[in-house]
């Protein structure tokens, strides 16, 4: 029987069609970056006081300038912590209509020393020091309402892990490109809608919505170019993809300079989504699923589509197509089978804890950076040119040093940076910025290498389910990272990097527990699994041809191993397909099924 990878062998693995459907997909990857991380610039916090109306009308009166003013009517003023919360969310609790204040240090006639006088909380809302607005500025999310910045982010990431769990069930069900219309026409309307939200609750929904669908609609458009391309391109792709989302902070960042406004920063990243929309016409269906799903004539009509863009025809012996129909009972994987045995359970628990962490240090280090960073946008951008290298250098290890050296060093890297931050004063902002690109990079790598490892640890029957339930974690790991930055910072800006630190090292080290996968076919079997710490007597080739590749999942097919209309997973596995986060949250959910 011919297999998909047989037929793009004939009529173009990564010709016109596929670089044209790439170059539509990457739009989309680009696009999902203010989703996941537009929280820099959407929930930017800048400097505030309490605004009082007596205060402001004595200052008027006296000609006070704004320097003048905060000196005389804003307690607490200072390099500390403490004092930085009393001047943002304390007032003097004082009737500044009194005709005894003078306008020359008013306070003076009430109390000899101002830190005598009554504080108490604001009360007539606060003034913000920024020329735009944030959703921070127009619904007051600060001091006692601080929380609800952190809700806004942590809901985003609840949608990411519920949208990642369903996907992999409705894209198999309905179809790759039914599913990802779907999630880009919510995506649209959802963003749409959440600019113009009329208060804090609907602007909640809406995010929530947009989380739902829009890691989801990522992830089939990872899926569906991996499932266009031949076996040795999907790791360029996949690569590729990634660093498409990349492009995306970059633009991100030029964008929201441009736009300070948070409601049309909103509107202007959400118009690309219903430009998508025209993908109805411009990306066909997978032949793939279609041929999982026994639609023969309508897989064969877009095969001879994709061969006549790429100047090719089909060969009358490979148009026979049909699905394999002596497929035996397959194997039912459970999540016990994650823990039951000694080698699996220790892969699964590092697994699960380096997704964690390369969540928490990615989004954290670029939350703390929109804290701590004197100009946010230069400090975004630059953070983000350090994520090329980052895939650069990956391409360049993994199939010669290998997996677990690499993946090790980075999350090392990522946290000796952290903890070096620490350290460095203000006044040598240039080095502080170096370190931060640094750790940036670091953690990138990590990302993308477990997103590579994380497949190849696990049998075939319990593959999908291993990266699905490990990479889960990410997800959970962006609902606390909101929580964990911006609360540690209001008791010491530098406390979220030594939680960084500690938990990156830690990772760093785990994974030096995991054996080296270089060179290793896949396990097929628990035992295969057990016992990759030892050396094989017969390993095989690691480059199998795209022949043998498609007979070798064909048998396992046949014996239930892997799941119809899946055939690709295993040579991809092999070549080493990888991305990160964006995308990164729970990604790889479905890229190996």
Sequence with gaps: MSTMDDILEHIGEFHLFQKQTFFLLALLSGAFTPIYVGIVFLGFTPDHHCWSPGAAKLSQRCGWSQAEELNYTVPGLGPSDEASFLSQCMRYEVDWNQSTLDCVDPLSSLAADRNQLPLGPCEHGWVYNTPGSSIVTEFNLVCAHSWMLDLFQSVVNVGFFIGAMMIGYLSDRFGRKFCLLVTILINAISGALMAISPNYAWMLVFRFLQGLVSKAGWLIGYILITEFVGLGYRRMVGICYQIAFTVGLLILAGVAYVIPNWRWLQFAVTLPNFCFLLYFWCIPESPRWLISQNKIVKAMKIIKHIAKKNGKSVPVSLQSLTPDEDAGEKLNPSFLDLVRTPQIRKHTLILMYNWFTSSVLYQGLIMHMGLAGDNIYLDFFYSALVEFPAAFIIILTID??????????????????????????????????????????????????????????????????????????????????????????????????????????????????????????LPETIEDAENMQRPRKKERKENLPPSQASRLSAKLKRKGIIAAGADFALSEARDGASLSPPPKPTQTNLTYP
């Design 400 to 521: 010669r040093v290998g997996r677990r050296y690499p993946w090790a060093v980075s999350n090392m890297v990522a946290g000796a940076a952290c903890l070096a931050s620490v350290f460095i004063p203000d006044d040598l902002q240039w080095l502080k910025i170096t370190i931060a690109c640094l750790g940036r990079m670091g953690i990138t790598m990590a990302y993308e290498m477990v997103c590579l490892v994380n497949a190849e640890l696990y049998p075939t029957y319990i593959r999908n389910l291993g990266v699905l339930v490990c990479s889960s974690m990410c997800d959970i790991g962006g609902i606390i990272t909101p929580f964990l930055v911006y609360r540690l910072t209001d008791i010491w800006m530098e406390f979220p990097l030594v939680v960084f630190a500690v938990v990156g090292l830690v990772a760093g080290a785990l994974v030096l527990l995991l054996p080296e996968t270089k060179g290793k076919a």
